[in-house]
């Protein structure tokens, strides 16, 4: 156990939707980010946050957005899920980035299906 | 844009030590290397992380060359448990981070 938890572990939708994930970090911990796993495109870097600000973005789409709040968890929003949107989702997170790197602690992930 | 590629599958018998590479020629000045273990429907897990030069610790030991356009995890002794897909993680510092396609490797008896 990482000790990052993640909400819901499975979701399944319709095209078209709006969803939205949750991600609460290792106690202590004040970066939090979010990878997309996919069979076709595998392990996704999508943003990073710290300690409430966003600080390095990958390939988000236009349609997803996050944001980390006061008490240090975060969300992910997906919105206009498209059939390709399904994949598994996973927030990492870690102590302190910016000062060399930091190990990134992952959770168990959301399995999202879009049908 | 630091793409990092990687074998896609290799082989092992237990007790052998394992050599996995990744290739990242366009890695940033302030990028760290990292190497994740992930098995089926679980996140990936820390194995362990460089800058250059050699690291080790109780699990594996991580190869930087001096150029850090590569670098090798080695895994000593594997046993069946060791059967998973391996990842490097190349980023830091707030850049970006860019995994490796990973490398499954099979453990065998």
């Known amino acids: 156990d990482s000790g990052v938890t993640q909400t819901p572990k499975h979701l399944i939708t319709a095209t078209g939707q709006r969803v939205t994930l949750r991600c609460s970090p290792r106690s202590g911990d004040l970066s939090v980010y979010w990878y997309q796993q996919s069979l076709d495109q595998g392990l996704q870097f999508l943003i990073q946050?710290?300690?409430?600000?966003?600080?390095a973005k990958g390939n988000i789409l236009e349609r997803f957005s996050a944001q980390q709040f006061p008490d240090l968890h975060s969300e992910l929003n997906l919105s206009s899920l498209e059939l390709g949107d399904s994949a598994l989702y996973f927030c990492?997170?870690?102590?302190?980035?910016?000062?060399?790197?930091?190990?990134?602690?992952f959770g168990p992930g959301t399995r999202l299906t879009v049908t | 844009l630091a793409k990092t590629t990687q074998p896609i599958s290799m082989d092992s018998y237990e007790g052998q030590e394992v050599n996995i590479t990744c290739s990242h020629n366009?890695?940033?000045?302030?990028?760290?290397i990292t190497w994740y273990q992930q098995f089926p429907s679980q996140g990936p897990r820390f194995i362990i992380q460089?800058?250059?030069t050699k690291v080790t610790n109780e699990v594996a030991s991580l190869f930087i060359p001096a150029d850090r356009k590569s670098s090798t995890l080695s895994l000593p002794r594997v046993s069946l448990s060791d059967t998973a897909v391996y990842y490097c993680l190349v980023g830091g510092n707030f850049n970006k981070f860019y995994f490796g396609s990973g490398t499954k490797l099979n453990v065998k008896p």
């Open positions: 946050y710290y300690n409430g600000e966003e600080r």
């Open positions: 366009n890695i940033a000045t302030n990028d760290y």
């Open positions: 990492a997170s870690s102590r302190r980035p910016g000062q060399g790197a930091d190990e990134q602690y």
């Open positions: 460089g800058y250059k």
